[in-house]
């Protein structure tokens, strides 16, 4: 609220009169405690802990309190409580394509139904503000150098451009979030194995390329902390195993591993900013893992933080990882943390776009799929950040808000129509996981045009907007909660 009295009276009439703001009001009065009851009685099991009594909405009005609670808060779900987490544990997650979410027409909701603006006006909510309400203290970000075609048109995957990452950086900022800025040394998605160079830097040789590396990092750091943006890590390549910007010899990868490090030391140096420099991998395994560090010792790669994507249904038991991580830790020395993971509460689809992990999969699920399940799951990951000690220094849950730009179902009346709508929309505001014109840049990949989120059912927010009670187990890990 502003500090004049028009801006002081606005609020207690919010207060008082919440119907009379849009900002304030429930949506249209419907019951937004129920999940999505057209398609699968597994996503009906997050109506028992929404609602005006549900447990999520009662603990986000207390939250100052509850953190210090002895006892287990009452709530919708079983969460353990997690002893030797530090106060300034990383909870993350990663928003990247809210922006894009947004501009599509999406609408999110608190626990109490009321509507969560992406940019907050006076009497609203807004939504970054709701995930600090929840727990979280960081938001991930990617960004790609030149996510367009020749033509202007976006690649998709959430249009995360620059531009992008500080305008999406600036609102976390200013609810009281921390950033960690990941640059994927692409014009899109990177990972695996996809390390695909910029279109700006296809004919250069490595040392050409390790000095556009450094300035655009610079440059791109630069603006970020300009516009306000509080950037707290920086992650040099994403999920990097055989390849990073086109290279896929360790020499050069760690070349252009040292000059990102590099602009970020100058950054943070120049601009009195304390930022952690992270490097980040996948396809974890004690030879895989043991193997890297070595490398990025005998090179004397620079680097802060060791971090690893986790997804059970994809990388084993967490106790492997667990044991992987703190390995990591006590043997070379660094900080671990979890740059993803997540977990599917129901195996349906929403928006008419195959998942990543449906019911056609035959990928090992060893909780159960459910609100409870997922629950389980991010935990677990917790715990085993928790269990590395002082070098665990955090989690983040990777897009946790990429949901159906509108509700599919195809025993819904008029759901060709609806698809219709759907892909058009993707295709215009780059909500879905690829566009048509990315297929200009990766024709062998994620340019395959398919739209839509293959990760709605493992998103912390249903089909609808509504937030599901996962949410809460970054605040829950700290208390424990148990089902009422």
């Excluded at 120049?270 to 990025?296: D, G, P, Q």
Aim: aromatic share 10%; with cysteine.
């Amino acid at each position: 609220m502003g500090k004049n009295s028009k801006g002081i009276i606005a609020a207690l009439l919010c207060l008082i009169l919440p119907a009379a703001f849009a900002g304030c009001a429930k949506d249209g009065g419907k019951n937004t405690g129920s999940a999505v009851t057209d398609i699968s009685s597994a996503i009906g099991d997050a109506s028992s802990l929404n609602g005006e009594n549900g447990g999520a909405g009662n603990e986000i009005e207390n939250n100052n309190s509850s953190m210090q609670d002895t006892e287990p808060v009452k709530a919708g779900i079983d969460v353990p409580r997690i002893s030797g987490l530090d106060k300034d544990f990383i909870c993350g997650v990663d928003i990247s394509s809210i922006k894009s979410e947004y501009e599509s027409g999406v609408k999110y909701y608190n626990f109490k139904g009321n509507a969560l603006a992406y940019s907050p006006r006076e009497c609203e909510k807004g939504f970054f503000a709701f995930l600090k309400e929840c727990g979280i203290n960081w938001v991930r970000i990617r960004v790609w150098n030149d996510p367009y075609d020749e033509k202007g048109n976006s690649y998709g995957g959430g249009n995360n451009d620059l531009e992008t990452a500080a305008d999406i950086g600036k609102l976390a900022t200013d609810a009281g979030l921390r950033v960690f800025i990941d640059f994927h040394y692409s014009d899109f998605w990177a990972g695996q194995g996809k390390f695909q160079t910029p279109k700006a830097w296809q004919d250069m040789d490595i040392d050409s390329k390790a000095q556009a590396l450094e300035m655009y990092t610079i440059e791109s750091l630069t603006k970020l902390i300009d516009n306000g943006v509080d950037v707290g890590m920086v992650q040099i390549g994403n999920e990097i195993v055989n390849g990073l910007a086109g290279e896929t010899e360790w020499d050069n990868i760690c070349q252009l591993m040292n000059e990102g490090s590099k602009a970020v030391r100058y950054v943070a140096d120049t601009m009195e900013k304390e930022i952690l420099v992270a490097l980040h991998f996948t396809n974890i395994s004690e030879i895989t893992y043991r193997n890297i560090a070595s490398i990025l010792e005998d090179r004397q790669v620079d680097y802060d933080v060791f971090a690893t994507s986790y997804y059970p249904f994809w990388h084993g038991t967490v106790e492997n990882m667990a044991a992987i991580m703190k390995m990591i830790a006590e043997e070379y020395g660094k900080k671990v943390m979890v740059a993803e993971t997540s977990y599917v509460y129901t195996l349906e689809d929403g928006d008419g776009q195959e998942q990543s992990v449906g019911k056609d999969s035959s990928l090992p699920l060893d909780y159960d799929v459910s609100i409870q399940g997922q629950a389980d799951a991010f935990a677990s990951v917790i715990q085993a950040m928790a269990d590395a000690g002082e070098a665990g220094i955090g989690v983040f849950y990777w897009e946790p808000a990429w949901i159906p730009v509108q509700l599919y179902n195809k025993n819904m009346k008029k759901h060709k129509k609806i698809l219709r709508e759907n892909k058009k929309i993707w295709e215009e505001k780059g909500s879905g996981w690829a566009s048509r014109a990315a297929g200009s840049y990766d024709a062998d990949g994620s340019g395959k045009w398919h739209g839509g989120s293959l990760w709605d059912n493992q998103a912390l927010f249903d089909f609808e907007g509504h937030p599901s009670e996962p949410l809460m187990v970054f605040k829950y890990v700290f208390t424990g909660a148990v089902k009422k």
